[in-house]
């Protein structure tokens, strides 16, 4: 079963690039930012539950610690309380995770697509600077990871958070550097990847905030428009 899911995205890469040729620009590196595009389009529905369930918990962080504070020296009931909470409110502590759970099996699979790609035309397999996707790429690829990681994790912490909790920079500085690391020894059509899976991420979120903000304006102008009739 796994070799197939392997297999199916080796298809479609070749598929991808068939597209490419037709559009007159043949090139394996654009096959895997369109397929990147597809997938990140297919995930936006996690995504955007996500960002309202961790807007939501937000939120909620004043009642979650005064059930905390309520039952300090009962931990059980403190929990119990807090799993109500979340059912009444509908607010989802785990579904953070979701996008990255779904993203893993993903990861894998193109990694083992692109160690023995049967590329259809070696020289395609070239990309900007990249000699081969198959191979990895030591430094621009792995910076524009770094850089890609920081920027969608900072930006969502702003959107749904409003601010960077000292418990959370370590995390914030310590991730991009480690995929950055990672992308160092992987093929570098996975770095791709993750570059373009991270900066249309960075494009959803702003997309997403301004939607969100322009949609608080409106509801504002509207309470003001009833409140003057």
Same mark, same amino acid.
């Given at each position: ?18 597209? =490419?040729?037709? $559009?007159?620009? @043949? ?14 389009? #297919?995930?936006?529905?996690? =995504? ?24 300090? +020296? ?9 799993? +109500? ?12 995770? $979701?996008?990255?759970? #779904? ?14 790609? @049967?590329?259809?035309? #070696? ?13 990895? +790429?030591?430094?621009?690829? @792995?910076?524009?990871? #770094?850089?890609? =990681? ?74 003001? +428009?009833?409140?003057?009739?």
């Amino acid at each position: 079963m796994w070799e197939s899911f392997v297999s199916g995205f080796s298809q479609l890469i070749e598929f991808f690039y068939v597209a =490419t040729t037709r $559009l007159n620009v @043949p090139s394996y590196g654009l096959a895997i930012i369109f397929f990147t595009i597809t997938v990140k389009a #297919v995930l936006f529905p996690l =995504t955007a539950k996500q960002m309202r369930s961790m807007r939501m918990i937000q939120e909620l962080q004043p009642k979650i610690k005064a059930i905390q504070e309520k039952y300090r +020296d009962k931990p059980e009931k403190a929990q119990r309380a807090m799993m +109500d909470l979340y059912k009444e409110t509908g607010a989802n502590p785990l579904s953070g995770c $979701l996008p990255l759970l #779904v993203q893993m099996p993903i990861l894998f699979a193109l990694y083992q697509a692109l160690l023995h790609f @049967p590329f259809s035309v #070696v020289e395609h397999a070239r990309f900007l600077w990249v000699e081969n996707l198959a191979q990895p +790429d030591l430094i621009g690829l @792995p910076v524009l990871a #770094v850089v890609t =990681t920081f920027g969608q994790q900072y930006i969502t912490t702003i959107s749904t958070v409003g601010k960077i909790e000292s418990n959370q920079r370590m995390m914030l500085y310590f991730m991009p550097l480690f995929i950055g690391w990672l992308a160092r020894s992987f093929p570098a059509g996975l770095a791709l990847y993750w570059v373009t899976f991270s900066f249309v991420g960075i494009v959803e979120q702003w997309v997403i905030k301004r939607h969100v903000r322009v949609g608080r304006e409106q509801g504002i102008t509207n309470e003001l +428009d009833r409140s003057r009739r």
